[in-house]
């Protein structure tokens, strides 16, 4: 009988080989994974279809904004706020990878290998907004360039957040297309849920990707607003993704367990 897929996962796994020959096993799991991130017809047409959208959006918000809308950061804030939709389907796609692997996979360099295609769209969306203010022949407001860097910046911020977010919901679900609503849905739900209540709603930048965006990408970026950006990698990149690997982990132990009798009936 055939065991099931651990993804490397088991503690004996860890265990074996120095720390240089570990280190050397997950660079040589990185660039594998990261070709996949991008490696397929189907997930570079995503992401043709993704800046696509981006583009289509920038065109048509510069066309029907008032002038004084016209800015750099106004028009990033709809532009990458758009594609942010789409991204985490790349981090939902990089791990279904990871379950059908037909040996031990490691689970971090699946992980970080979703910064790739995050990054490509947050870059390209900021030439994106930059091509399509700078070559418009109607009226801009009277700075449209203020905080350009800042909101750059925040631009590529936002797009590896959002692809963290979709690992970590691939790894506790097992549907991708429940994985990708749940990115959606869960996010704008508990935005939605603080800006109910008065008395919650300051905890928006704290709590929720949707906050954080919205001040990452007007530019206004002060200490208080960074350590909140950083509240939300924590809880959107980092602790979504650790309880992801505990349930695959939990899974792979029941697994496991289950599939240990049978073995020894045949």
């Known amino acids: 009988m055939i065991m099931p897929v651990e993804h490397g996962l088991t503690p004996d796994s860890h265990r074996s080989g120095s720390g240089d020959q570990e280190a050397v096993e997950v660079d040589e799991s990185t660039r594998d994974a990261l070709p996949r991130a991008l490696g397929t017809r189907a997930r570079r047409w995503l992401l043709v279809g993704t800046l696509l959208a981006g583009l289509l959006s920038a065109v048509a918000l510069v066309a029907a904004a008032a002038p004084a809308d016209r800015t750099f950061a106004a028009l990033s804030d709809t532009v990458q706020s758009l594609m942010s939709v789409l991204t985490p389907l790349f981090g939902i796609l990089l791990v279904r990878d990871l379950r059908r692997a037909p040996g031990a996979v490691e689970v971090a360099p699946t992980v970080l290998a979703v910064v790739l295609p995050a990054v490509v769209i947050g870059v390209a969306g900021v030439l994106i907004c930059a091509a399509t203010l700078a070559l418009t022949p109607a009226d801009l407001a009277a700075e449209p360039w203020r905080h350009a860097g800042t909101v750059a910046v925040g631009s590529v911020l936002v797009q590896i957040v959002a692809g963290l977010a979709g690992t970590g919901l691939g790894l506790l679900l097992r549907s991708t297309v429940v994985a990708f609503l749940a990115t959606i849905v869960l996010p704008l739900g508990l935005f939605g849920l603080l800006g109910a209540v008065d008395a919650l709603r300051p905890a928006q930048p704290w709590l929720t990707p ?52 049978a073995d020894g009936v045949s």
Request: aromatic share 8%; charged share 15%.
């Open 210 to 261: 949707f906050g954080s965006i919205r001040n990452l990408l007007s530019g206004e970026m002060s200490v208080l607003r960074w350590v909140q950006w950083l509240c939300v990698l924590l809880i959107w990149g980092v602790g979504l993704n650790a309880v992801g690997v505990a349930v695959l982990r939990r899974r792979g132990r029941s697994d496991r367990a289950v599939s240990a009798p």
